[in-house]
């Protein structure tokens, strides 16, 4: 599916700021040439909770990110892959948490 508009997210990562040995630095932004969910290109979560499931608290670390690009999702949860990813900033626990709190309460009736 291409896309043109930014799709704001967050992402997971190992301890050394890498996901599947892609070194990520924050401030920064990523090309790729395809998006496949679960496959190729980038990948981040709209809903902050659904990176729990890939990346559960601990030693690992999160960010907010945008993706832009071409996009595909991904049927079970909120993941996105994309071809354009840009790390916003690093999130201590805490402000994940905050994130995650405030995605819920956004979309309370």
Same mark, same amino acid.
């Given at each position: 599916?291409?896309?043109?508009?930014?799709?704001?997210?967050?992402?997971?990562?190992?301890?050394?700021?890498?996901?599947?040995?892609?070194?990520?630095?924050?401030?920064?932004?990523?090309?790729? &040439?395809?998006? +496949?969910? @679960?496959?190729?290109?980038?990948?981040?979560? !709209?809903?902050?909770?659904?990176? /729990?499931?890939?990346?559960?608290?601990?030693?690992?670390?999160?960010?907010?990110?945008?993706?832009?690009?071409?996009?595909?999702?991904?049927?079970? &949860?909120?993941? +996105?892959? @994309?071809?354009?990813?840009?790390?916003?900033? !690093?999130?201590?626990?805490?402000? /994940?948490?905050?994130?995650?709190?405030?995605?819920?309460?956004?979309?309370?009736?």
């Amino acid at each position: 599916m291409a896309n043109n508009k930014v799709i704001q997210g967050f992402k997971g990562f190992d301890k050394d700021f890498k996901c599947r040995d892609f070194q990520f630095e924050e401030g920064k932004t990523y090309t790729e &040439d395809k998006a +496949v969910i @679960c496959n190729k290109g980038f990948h981040f979560c !709209e809903n902050p909770l659904d990176v /729990f499931g890939y990346y559960p608290p601990g030693e690992n670390r999160f960010a907010s990110v945008e993706g832009s690009g071409k996009t595909a999702g991904h049927s079970d &949860d909120s993941k +996105v892959a @994309c071809t354009e990813i840009h790390i916003k900033s !690093e999130l201590t626990i805490s402000a /994940f948490i905050q994130a995650c709190t405030k995605f819920v309460f956004d979309r309370v009736d």
